[in-house]
């Protein structure tokens, strides 16, 4: 019995790669006799070459990506979905690699899998395992910007199939049942498993951990000076602290353009900022051994919870919100414009409180119980 687990892996935000391990190792765990196998959603097999751009080449790329976004939803120019079509045959090859795993079960392991940027491979996969009568699970998946309505139409097709079996996400199931017109339940991250997949003790080195990211739905100006205004507290105030980002190129680039301007009044920020992890369980590890973080990326959140490091989020997209509030502590999550004497209060107060242990455990347990016994029902050999 072989299950694959597709996860959007080989990418170099590692937080995806982090699901797709979990997911994995869980599975492995609860079904010691089958085969578990993990799939890169494009086919891939290995990360890319790191290629370290100057920040005006991902400056333009986001100026590009929200034209597209605008077109497509405000305008007859579908700028979005011939993007997306174009990425689609680029990529389509690799799909078909994917797509030609031999399975008896297939797990799409969370990320934003309902968005734009992933509906048509998504989709295709979907199809292409279901026409095979395979059946298909989608775990914890994240809700993603969703305008174009052919990418939409084209996921609604996928997911109405029969052999479709579970669809649950982990913010706003009434979101993508209204779009796909489909039943989806709410789970969390698999990502909380983290400290179970990966063999990190917590080492809490007494550094914050400042995870620098260059979010695409701020405007950058703020950004940079919620970050330059946090670095200036932490040397007003002599905190250890440490920038560190989630792997992404960009967001390394944007780490060390804001470093260099922060140099120049506290010059031992030249070299604070952590080598980008090379791994998943690296990543894990980065995290692992601050004694909190104050961050943007969710998964960075995510990990910190796992291991029950303390943690601030800054709200750049719902779904970091959507995660604090899932662990009733929307007070830990602020906005890019609060002040830094106010943010590392709510960090104390983190501090002394901790995550709700309990409940994370509780809805874990439910979330691996959901998938489990779906698959089960569908593969009765492997009870």
């Not at 699901?19 to 993990?38: N, S, T």
């Not at 979907?126 to 994240?142: E, M, W």
């Amino acid at each position: 019995m072989k299950i694959s687990v597709i996860a959007f892996y080989y990418e170099w935000n590692l937080g995806d790669a982090v699901i797709g391990d979990c997911v994995k190792d869980r599975l492995q765990r609860e079904f010691p006799e089958a085969e578990v196998v993990l799939v890169d959603l494009f086919g891939r097999t290995s990360f890319p070459k790191r290629e370290l751009l100057p920040m005006e080449r991902y400056r333009a790329l986001k100026k590009r990506q929200h034209l597209r976004f605008f077109c497509e939803k405000y305008t007859p120019l579908k700028k979005e979905t011939s993007h997306e079509e174009y990425v689609f045959q680029k990529i389509l090859p690799g799909l078909k690699r994917a797509a030609d795993t031999a399975c008896d079960a297939v797990v799409f392991a969370g990320g934003q899998i309902f968005a734009d940027t992933l509906a048509s491979a998504v989709a295709y996969l979907t199809s292409q395992f279901t026409q095979r009568k395979i059946p298909v699970y989608f775990v914890s998946g994240g809700a993603g910007a969703m305008e174009s309505q052919k990418l939409t139409q084209q996921m609604r097709t996928v997911m109405h199939h029969p052999m479709v079996r579970m669809i649950s996400v982990r913010d706003h199931p009434e979101r993508i049942s209204e779009r796909f017109q489909v039943h989806a339940v709410q789970t969390w991250d698999q990502g909380l498993w983290a400290s179970e997949t990966y063999p990190v003790k917590p080492a809490k080195n007494g550094k914050i951990g400042l995870g620098i990211m260059y979010p695409f739905d701020i405007p950058e100006h703020r950004i940079r000076r919620f970050y330059l205004d946090m670095i200036a507290y932490f040397e007003q105030n002599q905190i250890d602290w440490c920038p560190f980002t989630n792997g992404s190129d960009m967001d390394e680039a944007f780490a060390r353009e804001i470093l260099q301007t922060a140099e120049a009044i506290w010059p031992s920020c030249a070299d604070k900022l952590l080598p980008s992890p090379e791994s998943p369980a690296q990543l894990a590890e980065q995290i692992a051994a601050f004694r909190g973080i104050i961050s943007l990326r969710l998964h960075s959140h995510i990990i910190s919870a796992s291991f029950n490091i303390p943690a601030v989020g800054v709200n750049w997209d719902d779904k970091v919100r959507d995660f604090y509030n899932l662990c009733g502590l929307p007070e830990r999550c602020v906005s890019a414009g609060e002040r830094p004497e106010q943010i590392w209060q709510i960090y104390r107060q983190a501090e002394q409180e901790g995550w709700p242990v309990s409940l994370i455990q509780e809805r874990r347990a439910e979330t691996l119980k959901m998938l489990t016994d779906s698959i089960q029902k569908d593969l009765p050999t492997l009870s």
